[in-house]
């Protein structure tokens, strides 16, 4: 259900506000810019596939523009002429992030995860332990149903002020005797961390040959980088002790990536289809969402009604037809294009559904939950947007789109319901 989290505010906007100045999606560009990696000049980290999760615990949104300034519960913003609410001036990250990618070492591309937590005295775990973090803190993690037996030590990176550790998924052999003297020493001090049985699967998984007409969601479905299926972590942080833990209260850290990102390379299904529907020659397809059989189990394309939410047919509460809808409607279509360092700030609308389509160029996608769900905190979940490929920003869901090149990207973009 919609509720403001505890920390949260929502400002009535009464005067005229400089996006140039504290922009949130400059800061948040910038903690993005910032993160390194300890393979660098030894292994190739595929820039386009890294994928970011930035926790927050607080946000500071806006309210509505215009004469709707003042309407800061999200459950009466029934005036759909406004198209910019609810826009977010301010974030407050929490204390853990997670990148997860490809990178490849000689012949091997496959998956690795990086853990980061922050090492300031005034981070939780510091101020459970009376701030007597020592070089090294330990992580307890489930990826995905495969879990540490035992936690792991995550050392003090002097560079970052992070304790942080990646972890690989390498199958080539020896992987120490395959890097170079950055990546050696980095496993040497335990940054670098092979962890075949934690991290799955090789890029090879999903090489296009051998694909025709098969379910996307049965092929190595155990590949941590899988391009459709979420990727779910548990994990808590204790000190080097293990006495003392950040640990989410004893409930552990439950986080998702799970942005819904579709295109050449994440897809359903794919095939050859000759003299398609009574045509000639030969026909591509990628299936990329779908109601039709057997892909009606995942609802993808669905959204979920609560009773302050607008249906299709602009009605709520005790006058909606249903309680879930199956589709997408659609109310707008437009052709956008994002000029160089220009970027659509982060916001949410309540109740639409809405699809990014990038034709050209190549863009930083943020999408976030601005409510706590049930099964994963909130965070802001970064990707790269290349054409040909989209992301479905489903109700309520924050979003961004940033212009990742000095040349204009186009953006189909449409939706319904705000």
Not at 48 to 57: A, G, I, K
Not at 113 to 133: E, H, M, V, W
Not at 141 to 165: F, L, R, W
Not at 289 to 303: A, G
Request: hydrophobic residues 35%.
């Amino acid at each position: 259900m919609a509720q403001i989290e505890p920390g949260d505010v929502i400002q009535d906007i009464t005067s005229p506000i400089n996006y140039n100045e504290r922009n949130p999606v400059a800061k948040l560009l910038g903690i993005m810019q910032e993160s390194s990696f300890f393979a660098e000049n030894t292994a190739a980290y595929l820039s386009d596939s890294l994928q970011y999760l930035f926790p927050f615990s607080h946000l500071e949104l806006y309210g509505p523009a215009g004469d709707d300034h003042s309407i800061l519960n999200p459950e009466v913003q029934d005036n759909k002429t406004d198209f910019q609410k609810q826009n977010i001036r301010d974030f407050l990250l929490t204390d853990t992030y997670l990148v997860r990618g490809w990178v490849s070492v000689g012949q091997w591309t496959g998956p690795f995860i990086k853990f980061s937590y922050r090492g300031d005295p005034d981070s939780a775990l510091s101020r459970a332990s009376g701030n007597t973090l020592t070089s090294f803190i330990h992580l307890w993690a489930d990826i995905q149903g495969k879990s540490m037996n035992e936690p792991i030590p995550v050392h003090y990176n002097t560079e970052t002020n992070n304790y942080e550790i990646e972890l690989w998924g390498f199958t080539g052999g020896d992987l120490f005797s395959q890097l170079s003297q950055k990546g050696k020493d980095a496993m040497s001090r335990g940054l670098l961390v092979n962890r075949p049985d934690l991290i799955k699967g090789t890029i090879n998984d999903f090489a296009r040959e051998g694909l025709d007409d098969r379910d996307m969601y049965q092929v190595a479905p155990e590949n941590s980088m899988h391009p459709i299926l979420p990727l779910n972590i548990t994990l808590a942080w204790g000190d080097h002790t293990r006495t003392f833990w950040d640990s989410n209260n004893g409930n552990n850290y439950h986080y998702s990536f799970n942005m819904l990102l579709r295109g050449w390379n994440n897809f359903m299904q794919v095939g050859v289809s000759a003299n398609p529907h009574g045509g000639i020659g030969f026909l591509h397809y990628r299936n990329l969402l779908s109601n039709y059989k057997p892909y009606t189990r995942f609802k993808e394309l669905s959204r979920s009604l609560e009773p302050w939410m607008f249906d299709a047919n602009r009605k709520k509460g005790n006058d909606q037809i249903t309680k879930e809808e199956n589709f997408v409607a659609v109310e707008y279509v437009d052709l956008h294009i994002l000029k160089a360092e220009c970027a659509i700030g982060i916001h949410r609308h309540r109740d639409n559904q809405e699809i990014f389509f990038l034709l050209n160029g190549k863009t930083i996608m943020v999408t976030g939950d601005w409510y706590q769900f049930a099964d994963r905190e909130r965070a802001f979940e970064i990707r790269t947007l290349l054409p040909g490929s989209f992301t479905l920003l489903k109700a309520g869901q924050l979003h961004s789109l940033i212009n990742a090149l000095d040349i204009d990207a186009t953006l189909l973009m449409f939706g319904g319901y705000d």
